[in-house]
């Protein structure tokens, strides 16, 4: 195969299944122990992986009670692992909604310069309703505005990151000339949400911009990754909506006016690994028999913007009526239609349809030995579904060990997959360019 297929380390907690902390391959390290996210870091780096991301929620969810929570604030977490690796790239979610574009241009350039070109920042616009009192809010803005304000804020961070030239410093001793000041500029904008003059205090960074990531897959989510976004995570529950979704994107984005390769596409792939597929099987209903039925309902509820499902029978099977129409959900809309698509399509009973959502809140699972898991990687890079995939271990540190050292060498082994990085930066990683100044052309 003549592609080349990515892997990005998606950390969460002790596993991304719900119930993983309990089990005894979860880490027994608090999740404010900076130790914990160094060896994973470190782990995957050994496995070649692209990349690590760290996802971020702005309240402690319903949940907290019986799940693992608390984990540290990803941009100080990242400066923290730039330090302790080398080449694997480096991703940290950061909100439009509840941050400001100067600030949050300041902390992703410098950590772009501490880690030496390896960052990206995940764009993000908060859903979770209970973020907005956390930050003098009543509630949280509307869909369609919180992507209206994001737009607006992508555009002014770029302004502010193309506001020095690359060769602005001049740092000449002899001369006592440390900065030409022609070639960093004011950006004086004035837009619908935000007055900034600019222009940002610290050069360019190592690679122009840190790689924009992007996971929103509604409607206004996919407009918005076409225009801005260079790296996708994106969530199917099935192969088919995969690849739907990704010759949609990359059609977008060409309608864009950028290239298809511009826009990386990475679907979440949870898998339960064994040695066998029976004892792949096993170990996901071992971990579902885990689960509390409170926290699947909590989160259920979160997807649908706090519809409430408690009222439903746990063993009936269920219906599209059980459910809001997602076009009318203030929260999670796309994660809300794949989920009345599959109960459409299946029927699951509400318990089911909790220990499905269990696993990777939505993300393709998959249970059985590194063979089949590595088949289904090839599959669907083979059908388009997919250019690599978010890796999102159930049980960590555990089933991460078993990835990177049985499914990694047989995708080396088949050449779906690098043996060594090529490259020290994280857009050297995705196979994508460093943006030009358009203020400053070379």
């Known amino acids: 195969m003549s592609r080349r297929i990515h892997l990005n380390l998606f950390t969460h907690g002790r596993g991304h299944h719900e119930a993983g902390w309990r089990h005894p391959g979860a880490t027994r390290k608090a999740l404010t122990d900076i130790n914990y996210f160094i060896d994973l870091a470190k782990r995957a780096e050994a496995g070649r992986f692209d990349s690590i991301f760290f996802a971020d929620a702005l309240e402690l969810g319903d949940g907290a009670r019986y799940v693992a929570s608390g984990a540290l604030e990803p941009i100080t977490t990242l400066a923290a692992l730039a330090r302790e690796t080398s080449r694997i790239g480096l991703i940290a979610t950061a909100s439009t909604t509840y941050t400001e574009p100067y600030n949050l241009a300041r902390q ?7 880690s030496g070109g390896r960052v990206g920042w995940n764009i993000v616009t908060s859903w979770v309703g209970g973020a907005g009192p956390n930050f003098g809010y009543e509630r949280a803005p509307e869909h369609s505005e919180r992507y209206a304000r994001a737009d607006e804020f992508v555009q002014v961070v770029k302004a502010l990151w193309d506001s020095w030239a690359d060769d602005a410093i001049i740092d000449d001793v002899e001369s006592g000339r440390f900065l030409d000041r022609e070639r960093v500029r004011r950006i004086d904008w004035k837009g619908q949400f935000y007055r900034v003059a600019g222009p940002l205090n610290l050069p360019r960074s190592p690679q122009g911009w840190p790689v924009l990531v992007q996971a929103g897959s509604s409607a206004t ?7 801005h976004a260079e790296a996708v995570f994106t969530a199917h529950l099935t192969k088919e909506s995969a690849v739907d979704f990704y010759a949609e994107l990359k059609q977008a984005a060409v309608a864009a006016g950028r290239r298809a390769g511009d826009v990386v596409i990475l679907p979440g792939l949870s898998a339960a690994i064994g040695s066998t597929d029976a004892q792949g099987q096993a170990l996901l209903e071992e971990l579902n028999g885990l689960t509390d039925i ?4 909590s989160r259920l509820s979160n997807r649908f913007g706090g519809h409430d499902f408690s009222t439903l029978a746990l063993d009936q099977p269920l219906s599209r009526d059980d459910f809001p129409d997602p076009s009318t959900v203030q929260a999670a809309q796309s994660r809300a239609a794949a989920i009345t698509e599959l109960v459409g399509r299946e029927r699951p009973t509400l318990r089911n349809l909790l220990r499905q959502l269990a696993g990777a809140r939505g993300h393709f699972t998959l249970a059985g030995s590194p063979e ?6 090839e599959d669907w890079i083979e059908s388009r579904a997919a250019d690599g995939f978010n890796v999102m271990p159930p049980i960590l540190p555990a089933q991460l060990d078993i990835f990177v050292d049985h499914v990694v ?12 990085y090529d490259a020290d930066t994280l857009r050297g990683h995705y196979g994508l360019t460093r943006p030009a100044n358009p203020h400053f052309p070379a």
Do not use: N, Y
């Open 372 to 377: 089949r898991v590595a088949d289904t990687i």
């Open 294 to 297: 409170e926290v699947g309902l």
């Open 108 to 114: 992703f350039a410098s950590l772009d310069h501490i």
């Open 221 to 227: 989510g996919k407009a918005f990754a076409a225009r």
């Open 409 to 420: 060498p047989i995708l080396q082994k088949r050449g779906l997959f690098r043996r060594d």
